[in-house]
């Protein structure tokens, strides 16, 4: 079985976020440490800036 990485595991907080969830909560649910979400959110933001203006 696979696990999911820990970019789509920040995808799926982002997502849960919105919907108004605790990120304290999905981070612990997940196994995510704080700094590696926000690590991996700004990964994918310098990601899209890159392709939009690169």
């Known amino acids: 079985m ?3 990485t820990q970019g789509e595991k920040a995808a799926l907080v982002e997502e849960l976020r919105e919907e108004g969830y605790t990120l304290k909560y999905l981070l612990k649910a997940l196994g ?5 979400y926000y690590y991996e959110i700004g990964n994918v933001v ?3 800036f890159c392709n939009t203006y690169g």
Do not use: P, Q, W
């Not at 995510?32 to 590696?36: A, C, E, G, N």
């Open 2 to 4: 696979c696990s999911a």
């Open 46 to 48: 310098v990601k899209l």
């Open 32 to 36: 995510l440490s704080k700094s590696t």
